[in-house]
C-alpha cells in the first residue's frame, strides 16, 4: 500500500467536535476567545491580527494556557516568532473589573539570530471581554495526549535508543510536548484536535490534528492523523499528513501548496 494510500484510510477514521457559545476577548489588536474546562483556562486566537498572523498566530492557536486558582491566571504563554517558531514563558495575573479584564506578566525570551534563547524581557498580556459567540472551536484544553508526548527518532530496524544530542540535524528525533512538538528547526502549534468517536483498540490511541508548522524560515498549516500502538513490543507513532496549506516564506509572502499526503513512522527512544 502506498504512502498516500494509507493516509486515505485513516482519514476516514470518524472524528468531531461541535461549536460552542465562547466568550471573546480583545488583545493587543487581536480578537481572542476564552475556553474554559473545569479550572482549566486557554486564550485561542479567533482574529490574529496581521503581525501575528504572518509570525505564525494562525486562528485558534494558543496564546495562554493554564488554570484559574482564585482570582489568578497562572501558566504559560506563547510567542510567535517569524522565523523560528514559537517559545513558551510562564506569566500570571490577576482577573478584575467584574471579570472583565486579565491582565498576565512575566518574562518573555529574547530570541537572537541563531533562533535560540539569550536573556529575557517583562511583558504584560491584557485580555479585555467583548461579548460572546458561537465558534466551531477545538475541544477545550485541547492538548497531545499523554500517549503521545516524549522523544520518538524515526523508526530503525532495531533499538529504542535515543542519538545525542536528541534534537540534531541527523538525530531524526522528534520531542512532543502537551500542546506542540519540536524537532531540528522544525515543529509545530497544536491548534485543534479532535479523538475518534470510537473507541480504540487496547495499546493504541489515535487523533487527527490541525497545527500551525514551520521549517527552518518557512511556515505553513498542516491537516494530520497520529496514532500510537504497540508493534513486537515496541511503540510506534505513526504521522499521517492529509494536507497541508498557507505555506509562506520568512517574508510573509504566500508560496505554492503543492506538498503531497504522506506517512512518518517514529519509535519511541529512551
Known amino acids: 500500500m502506498t504512502r498516500a494510500g494509507l493516509a486515505a484510510i485513516l482519514a476516514l477514521l470518524p472524528f468531531g467536535v461541535g461549536a460552542a457559545e465562547r466568550s471573546v476577548w480583545t488583545h493587543n489588536g487581536s480578537l481572542m476567545y476564552l475556553v474554559a474546562d473545569g479550572a482549566e483556562r486557554s486564550f485561542r486566537y479567533l ?58 506578566s512575566g518574562e518573555a525570551p529574547r530570541i537572537g539570530r541563531d533562533c535560540r534563547p539569550q536573556g529575557t524581557r517583562p511583558d504584560t498580556l491584557t485580555f479585555e471581554y467583548a461579548g460572546t459567540r458561537d465558534i466551531d472551536a477545538a475541544a477545550p484544553a485541547a492538548s497531545f495526549p499523554p500517549a503521545f508526548r516524549g522523544f520518538w527518532k524515526l523508526a530503525g530496524k532495531t533499538g529504542n535508543a535515543c542519538p545525542t544530542p536528541r534534537l540534531s540535524l541527523t538525530s531524526g528525533v522528534i520531542q512532543v510536548d502537551p500542546t506542540a512538538w519540536k524537532g531540528w528547526e522544525s515543529g509545530c502549534d497544536l491548534i485543534r484536535i479532535e479523538t475518534p468517536k470510537t473507541t480504540p483498540p487496547d495499546g493504541q490511541a489515535t487523533v487527527r490534528v490541525e497545527m500551525s508548522c514551520f521549517v527552518e524560515a518557512n511556515s505553513y498549516r498542516s491537516l494530520e492523523i497520529w496514532q500510537v500502538r504497540r508493534v513486537d513490543g515496541r511503540s510506534l507513532l505513526v504521522t499521517a499528513t492529509l494536507k497541508t496549506w498557507d505555506h509562506r516564506d520568512d517574508s510573509g509572502t504566500p508560496q505554492p501548496d503543492d506538498d503531497e499526503p504522506g506517512i512518518d513512522v517514529y519509535v519511541r527512544c529512551d
Do not use: W
Open 47 to 104: 482574529e490574529p491580527r496581521p503581525g501575528m498572523a504572518a509570525a505564525g498566530a494562525a486562528r485558534d492557536a494558543v496564546l495562554f494556557q493554564g488554570r484559574i486558582e482564585g482570582n489568578r491566571y497562572v501558566g504559560t504563554a506563547t510567542m510567535f516568532h517569524p522565523k523560528c517558531g514559537s517559545f513558551t514563558y510562564a506569566v500570571s495575573g490577576a482577573v478584575s473589573n467584574d471579570d472583565r479584564r486579565v491582565v498576565l
